[in-house]
């Protein structure tokens, strides 16, 4: 060690204290910084591939030595892992999403201020950004327990030419002239013109007068009515706080009561009328709210004007669908409990009523669950560990940090309590999803560390929980790189873990006085190959005359089935729950006969190419159907294929319309069938949401479309035959859709909250006749442009008309809040 450090300087001999810990580690220098882009792409008849480079610069004298360190970080969907150029290796660390690189003999060490530009290949195209490296951070071998975040890391976008191949026809690039003919397909319609209310009512009747409000309208309400008698309230003191007191105040009536020919419980008549004032009437609590929320749109926008006008009219309207959700998934990465607090808040806004909660899955467990501490302390924990059972490994960017909030997190019990105490003042149910059997390594690692600390400790009952064999050798690997993320249907323990967490989570409902009716049991995505060479798995099959592990896959349902049933619930999962492929593995899926008279609640995501229409065959079979497909309503997927669109693009491309155009009824339901489609649901993966702001933007406008899908009545022009008559049909609710959204619902949303960061697209530009035209996809927000080439700002010119400056023209729209959206460019010679 003494000649070791004799050739050691002296700033590498203070890296190295660091690194084994004899120094802080929050005093720690920045070891490094990194930059990523896309070198090439190579498209090939045997398989297209990327060449991408990390490109390392050791700063303030921090080199790196020619061994004993490695650089880790995050890829989702893999890299080609092995050798690379320059005496590097590239490994997969286990499973997951996690990679390293590391030097190999004959690497000779970065000294400082030098770069290392590491060369690696992706299989296929980088076509989205999701696919970059994110969270890396540094360990040394002297001490692995030690990591250094790279906070200085800069991903470029790809714009050059190579680094955007594309297979012709396919993931092409769309351009500010795509955009302008996309969003010509709507009229830009003046206020007058606007639908009066959002969603689209069921029955609307205008009168002939207004309704003048000089101060805040008398609440009036009946029993049962506290919720909705204080939104009431709130609502106006917000838009008339003051008010003339001199004049006697307009009532608004609340009530209880039957309206007529409507069964929903949501179902609401609302009447404005200038002798009798503002009366609402639900057939529950619920629909008065959703009522209430129809008041709400039909206000002026908030200004300082001293009084209302509200117009009459009588509408009748109940949804048309029972089962309107969004599900939000807080595993991948957490979310804390404001969050989805301004979630149920925008769900109560736009009449939707089922948060489907992803609170479990390979990457995280997000519930404080009673007699089962692991769940959380090891579950819910990312960041770096040299030992096995100490936290799960960095995710999705998470990084080396324990306390990353997006990586790690879960809700307590009390906070659980008051999500479903704030979901149900607003009239939404919570349905939890309990990921099993696959999507659990977070369970399964948990129940694992139990299993040791008890057995090291002599306790009793280490094995309780159990949840995988230890000596299963089945290969298997899922769509998200695990080997070993499933529970063992072969165990005892992981149905007494089942018990446990489903009596649980039941009794936080019985504590927060809120129903609970079911629970979604996961069932996505067990991959090909799992339990075939476990010994508990292939006994328990012997024992109980099972053939494959298709039967066994029945068997472990059956059981979870008669769990949730003891507890009064029924059994809600993804489709593959309810499903069975023929004989050849990667055949079409069929219903499994067994459970349809069971009364299983199926969300059916897949309707790829090749299952187009297996939702439909499920409920023509008998099972209930939420309908969330994956290229219509999954939130995650971007908008389109340009590089600086967020999201992933695995399944499809959504943009607002393709929300908006989706038809439930596919032509091969049968009556019965069609009873059995529940509603929809738009689904939010969040693999790339590392901050609030993506949420929104990847929820926000879409969401606005699966609101209006899930409670308006079936569109005229999803109904008519002819395909001119239809297409007229479709331009005149399209344009009234975005018009109102664009000028009104937006608007609102930035006025009265202003922390809603929705997505505004960028505009469309074409040059016509030596002159710039600019549209955008929501008339009402501002444009502004730019004739020198610099990003528009909100000090920039307002397009009003077309423009004849010459030269590089930039525009971007811009919400009420003056943010700005994505950046249009075009150049008029």
């Known amino acids: 060690m003494r000649e070791t450090m004799k050739s050691m300087s002296i700033k590498s001999i203070a890296a190295l204290l660091l690194a084994c810990g004899a120094l802080s580690a929050q005093a720690a220098p920045e070891q490094v910084k990194m930059r990523w882009e896309v070198l090439r792409t190579e498209l090939n008849p045997q398989g297209n591939r990327t060449h991408a480079r990390l490109s390392v610069t050791a700063l303030r004298g921090q080199s790196l030595p020619a ?6 970080f995050n890829c989702m969907e893999g890299v080609l892992t092995g050798p690379l150029p320059g005496h590097l290796v590239l490994e997969q660390v286990a499973g997951g999403s996690l990679f390293r690189v590391r030097p190999t003999a004959g690497f000779k060490g970065l000294p400082a201020g030098r770069t290392l530009n590491v060369d690696y290949d ?6 989205k950004m999701a696919r970059a490296p994110l969270g890396p951070y540094l360990v040394f071998d002297a001490a692995p327990d030690v990591a250094y975040a790279v906070s200085d890391f800069q991903l470029q976008l790809p714009t050059r030419p190579e680094q955007l191949k594309r297979p012709a026809g396919r993931n092409t690039l769309v351009t500010p002239q795509d955009v302008y003919q996309h969003n010509a397909r709507a009229d830009v319609l003046p206020a007058t013109a606007l639908p009066p209310l959002f969603p689209t009512p069921l029955a609307l009747k205008a009168g002939t007068g207004r309704v003048q409000l000089l101060r805040a309208p008398q609440v009036i309400s009946g029993p049962g009515l506290q919720n909705e008698t204080a939104f009431a309230r709130s609502l106006f003191a917000r838009y008339l706080p003051q008010g003339d007191t001199s004049r006697a105040a307009v009532p608004l009536r609340l009530r209880i009561g039957a309206v007529d020919g409507q069964v929903s419980p949501e179902a609401y008549e609302l009447t404005i009328d200038a002798n009798d004032g503002i009366n609402i009437i639900g057939n529950t609590a619920a629909g008065v709210a959703r009522g209430l929320q129809s008041l709400h749109d039909l206000l002026p926008l908030p200004s300082d004007a001293v009084q209302i006008e509200l117009p009459e009219l009588e509408i009748t309207d109940a949804p048309r669908f029972a089962y309107r959700g969004f599900q939000l998934d807080v595993a991948r990465n957490f979310q804390p409990k404001d969050v989805v607090f301004k979630t149920l808040d925008l769900m109560a806004a736009y009449k939707l009523n089922k948060l489907h909660f992803h609170i479990t899955d390979d990457e995280g467990w997000r519930l404080e669950i009673a007699g089962l501490p692991e769940l959380t302390t090891i579950g819910a924990v990312r960041g770096h560990s040299a030992k096995e059972g100490v936290r799960l490994p960095p995710t999705y960017g998470s990084g080396p940090r ?4 997006h990586g790690s997190g879960f809700y307590t019990r009390a906070d659980y309590i008051e999500i479903l105490r704030y979901a149900a003042a607003r009239h939404i149910d919570v349905i939890p999803e ?5 999507h659990a390594r977070a369970a399964v690692k948990a129940m694992e560390a139990r299993y040791r600390r008890m057995q090291a400790a002599g306790e009793q009952g280490a094995a309780k929980y159990l949840l995988n064999d230890f000596d299963d050798r089945s290969v298997y690997k899922s769509p998200q790189e695990y080997t070993d993320h499933v529970i063992n249907p072969g165990l005892e323990s992981s149905y007494a873990f089942i018990e446990q967490v489903v009596s649980q989570v039941a009794s936080l409902y019985r504590e927060a006085g809120v129903p609970l009716k079911t629970m979604h049991m996961g069932g996505d995505e067990l991959p090909h190959g799992a339990w075939e060479q476990s010994p508990v798995s292939r006994a328990l099959m ?15 349902y059956n059981r979870v089935d008669g769990i949730l049933r003891k507890h009064g619930l029924y059994s809600s999962g993804w489709e593959e729950m309810g499903a069975r492929r023929s004989a050849q593995e990667g055949g079409q899926q069929q219903p499994n006969p067994r459970f349809t008279q069971r009364g299983f609640s199926l969300y059916v995501w897949n309707n790829t190419p090749g299952n187009e ?16 497909p994956v290229t219509n309503m999954y939130l995650d997927m971007a908008a389109n294929p340009n590089p600086e669109e967020p999201g992933v693009n695995w399944g499809a491309y959504v943009e607002l319309d393709t929300v908006y155009d989706f038809k439930p009824f596919g032509a091969s339901l049968t009556d019965t069938g069609r009873r059995h489609i529940r509603g929809i649901e738009a689904t939010l993966f969040s693999e790339t949401i590392r901050d ?3 949420l929104d933007y990847l929820m926000m406008p879409r969401l606005l479309a699966v609101a209006e899908r899930a409670w308006a009545a079936d569109p005229a022009w999803a109904q008519e035959p002819d395909a001119t008559r239809a297409a007229a049909l479709h331009r005149a609710a399209w344009s009234g859709f ?18 809603v960061r929705y997505r505004i697209a960028p505009p469309g530009m074409v040059v016509e006749g030596g002159k710039v035209l600019v549209n955008h996809a929501l008339p009402g927000l501002t444009l502004r442009y730019t004739t020198d080439g610099s990003t528009p700002t909100i000090r920039s010119k307002v397009f009003i008309g077309p423009i004849t400056a010459r030269g590089v023209i930039q525009a971007a729209a811009f919400d009420r809040t003056g943010r700005a959206g994505l950046v249009a460019r075009i150049v008029n010679r």
Not at 122 to 127: T, W
Not at 434 to 438: F, T, V
């Open 67 to 72: 061994q004993g360190w490695s650089l880790y």
């Open 122 to 127: 992706y299989p296929g195209l980088i076509i």
């Open 402 to 405: 324990a306390d990353d909030p």
């Open 434 to 438: 309990i990921e099993i059997p696959g």
């Open 542 to 556: 012997q024992k109980e005359k099972l053939t494959t592990t298709a039967d066994l896959w029945d068997y472990f």
């Open 613 to 628: 229409d297996f939702a439909y065959r499920l409920a023509n079979a008998g099972y209930d159907i939420v309908l969330a």
């Open 692 to 694: 609030a702001s993506r």
């Open 738 to 755: 975005v018009n109102v959204l664009g000028q009104r619902v937006l608007p609102r949303l930035d006025l009265e909250r202003g922390d």
